[in-house]
């Protein structure tokens, strides 16, 4: 069974940076694309950056291309995902998700994709 956990999440003002970890059981980083999601209140949900376990390929949202950078230590079975410079738009609930598939990305997939969520961390950017 997979399962998910988020961590790291908190309150920063602008400007400053946090780094979310996503601690994955259950599975095999190298066989699956593992992805953050955030949403904030009522706005959907949004696909922040992806890494695939094939060849490390990593793609992004245009919104955080040069401050987030998603990464991920297999020996822990942990996926981060490093935010700097961060912006009041960026406050949302921050969530892991992976699904099975393989090959190199060219974008974020759909919420649609994936298959399985973490229960999601805060992230809060305010002065």
């Known amino acids: 069974q997979v399962q998910l956990v988020e961590s790291g999440g908190g309150s920063v003002q602008p400007g400053g940076s946090l780094r979310l970890s996503c601690v994955a059981s259950?599975?095999?980083?190298?066989?699956?694309?593992i992805a953050w999601f955030r949403q904030a209140p009522e706005k959907e949900r949004e696909g922040v950056a992806c890494i695939s376990g094939t060849d490390d390929s990593t793609a992004y949202a245009d919104s955080v291309k040069g401050r987030f950078i998603i990464a991920r230590d297999n020996a822990k079975n942990t996926v981060f995902l490093q935010m700097f410079s961060l912006k009041l738009e960026d406050t949302a609930v921050y969530y892991c998700a992976a699904t099975k598939r393989t090959g190199t990305l060219v974008d974020v997939p759909p919420a649609v994709a994936f298959s399985s969520w973490g229960q999601g961390t805060q992230v809060t950017v305010s002065s």
């Open positions: 259950g599975i095999t980083l190298d066989d699956y694309l």
